[in-house]
């Protein structure tokens, strides 16, 4: 039995191993650490907290699993936090680079009522300002930009990771979904050109922006342990 109501803390948790599970990463406390920058006790103890309340269940090789309430559950806000974040971008005009934070904190008090006057708002968008699908199950296969080579076509299908800091990197360097060229990488960074534009990243940044490329490298999903967002390395 789940509780009637999960806290805002797990709606957080549970957005993030879903984002996995369409990654088709491995669903383990690792990897939530991982994405969401928290130490490997913090998110310990809150997979407990998930488990007793009836959202995740634990395989026998310690992977996790969500239970059949705690996927709707988790559906529900992903598809809340990405519908509220084109529905400030298209219909209040906030810079997409901006929306995240606002969304994290909306999305845990929204009527379906609300929802639904969003959605007619919103029009014909499928996805967030970031690339996520709103309809479960319509995400496009893509690779990570890093993995592309030299003088591929590429489409920058989404950013993985919705980091404030890397999502205001992106913003000043103009790199969006949506946004079409050719590849060219040095050692430090990976570039797009096309006739108007020529965008360059950090290797470590473009690991978490997924294209659709031509030739592609086989599918996958990066889960970089640390970003760098410029030449000097922090955290160090
Ligand atoms: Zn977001
Ligand atoms: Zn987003």
């Known amino acids: 039995m789940t509780r009637e109501h999960a806290t805002e803390a797990e709606e957080e948790y549970m957005e993030t191993m879903y984002w996995l599970m369409e990654a088709e990463l491995p669903m383990t406390g690792a990897n939530i650490a991982r994405a969401m920058q928290l130490s ?73 009522v609300l929802e639904e006057r969003m959605l007619a708002a919103i029009g014909d968008a499928t996805t967030c300002p970031h ?54 990488a040095s050692e430090d960074e990976v570039t797009i050109s096309n006739g108007d534009r020529t965008v360059s990243v950090t290797r470590s940044v473009a690991e978490t922006v997924s294209v659709a490329a031509d030739p592609s490298p086989p599918p996958r999903t990066a889960l970089p342990s640390q970003l760098v967002l410029g030449k000097e390395r922090y955290g160090r």
């Not at 590429?154 to 913003?171: P, Q």
């Open 131 to 184: 690339g996520h699908p709103i309809k479960a199950g319509t995400r496009e296969p893509g690779v990570p930009l890093s993995d592309v080579e030299e003088g591929a076509k590429v489409r920058v299908l989404r950013f993985e990771n919705e980091a404030e800091d890397l999502l205001h990197y992106l913003m000043d360097v103009g790199l969006e979904p949506g946004l079409e060229g050719e590849l060219t």
């Open 40 to 112: 490997a006790p913090t998110v310990h103890e809150m997979i407990g907290r998930l488990e007793k309340d009836g959202y995740v269940s634990r395989n026998a090789d310690k992977s996790l699993a969500f239970t059949e309430d705690g996927k709707r559950h988790a559906a529900e806000v992903v598809r809340r936090h990405r519908l509220v974040e084109r529905f400030l971008t298209d219909v209040l005009g906030i810079p997409w680079d901006e929306v995240h934070e606002e969304a994290s904190r909306l999305e845990h008090a929204m009527s379906p």
